[in-house]
């Protein structure tokens, strides 16, 4: 059974940090590039951060560059995304997904909400 589970969001003040995790099972998790994509209300998901399956290619959206960072360890079937100088624009559910090209594959987790709040 493949499971995607997130945990590590809650509540942070504006300039705060918090490190998301997302622990995968179920599937051969160094074949697949990994991303965080987050949704606000009223708003469409969007990607924030991938990173290729053996963890030497990132990329980022321009919004979160140079504060959010995207690590895995293939170890552990573990993504994580590191979140500094957190601003409530970045008050969402965050998603961990998990793609594979070919065969074409992909997994959601179930999300986890931060909020940026002072």
């Known amino acids: 059974q493949v499971r995607l589970v997130e945990s590590g969001g809650g509540l942070v003040q504006p300039g705060g940090s918090l490190r998301l995790s997302c622990a995968a099972s179920g599937f051969f998790f160094s074949t697949y590039a990994m991303s965080w994509y987050r949704q606000a209300p009223g708003t469409e998901r969007e990607l924030v951060a991938v990173?290729?399956?053996?963890?030497?290619?990132?990329n980022y959206a321009d919004s979160v560059k140079g504060r959010f960072t995207i690590s895995r360890d293939n170890a552990k079937n573990t993504v994580y995304l590191q979140m500094n100088s957190l601003n409530p624009e970045d008050t969402a559910v965050y998603y961990c997904k998990a793609i594979r090209t070919f065969p074409k594959r992909e997994y959601w987790g179930q999300g986890t909400q931060v909020t940026v709040s002072s």
């Open positions: 990173i290729s399956s053996a963890g030497d290619n990132t």
